[in-house]
């Protein structure tokens, strides 16, 4: 069983700098191959349906893959948010220890990630050129 004191802030935070570790980076990539892949199976489709299938493994195993680890990294700060009660603490302007500040600051560094800003738009440009490419060829093409 992990003591208090054998908390590990993936991101650096004891660093005293919200750095990004190398996995979360790769992980990061994983997650916009797979956005990408999943976004251009219906436009292969048609033009070569094997290729469609690949893209649709590459962009399910990737998702797979990336949400496996963030659900793994999020249980670990949840974890550490009931061990430490830390929401009633600062709900109730209690004094916190200095791991509770560790745990703090890494929470902060997660919702300040670029990496997620990025993710999102990525997302959402890709997705609305998925759609946009799929009324085109669907209905308007024809």
Known sequence: MKKNSDFVCY??????KC?????SWL????????VI????????????????K??????????????????????ILHRELD??????????KKELSEHDREVLGT?????SSKKDKINYFFIFVSSALALALAIYMDFIKK
């Open 54 to 75: 690949v893209l649709w493994y590459i962009g399910v195993l990737g998702f797979f893959i990336f949400f496996i680890y963030k659900f793994r990294y999020d249980q």
């Open 83 to 92: 061990k430490t009660g830390l929401k009633d603490k600062l709900l109730n």
């Open 11 to 16: 991101d650096c935070f004891k660093l005293k």
């Open 107 to 111: 929470i902060v560094c997660k919702l």
């Open 37 to 52: 892949s999943l976004r251009a199976v219906n436009v292969v489709l048609d033009a070569s349906p094997i290729f469609a």
């Open 19 to 23: 750095k990004e570790s190398a996995v």
């Open 27 to 34: 992980l990061f990539f994983i997650a916009l191959i797979a």
